[in-house]
């Protein structure tokens, strides 16, 4: 979801080294909020709470930087 929110529609790729080069950045955005499920779950907030700043973070730090 949050991928057709920033990604240009209309944009054609000529090979699927971009979505090979790139799918490893989606998923180390998501894995903290992964992880931060069973912190939850297991009623340790504070952990939590970093693995969803975390995420957060990586999300504006992805949608701001350059490509």
Not at 22 to 34: E, H, K, N, T
Not at 40 to 57: D, H, P, Y
Request: glycine content about 2%; hydrophobic content about 50%; proline content about 7%.
């Amino acid at each position: 979801m949050l991928y057709n929110l920033i990604a240009e529609h209309d944009v054609p790729v000529e090979s699927h080294s971009y979505y090979v080069k790139y799918a490893p950045a989606f998923l180390f955005i998501i894995l903290p909020l992964i992880a931060a499920r069973p912190c939850f779950e297991r009623n340790l907030k504070s952990a939590g709470i970093i693995g969803i700043s975390f995420t957060l973070f990586l999300i504006v730090a992805s949608i701001t930087s350059p490509l």
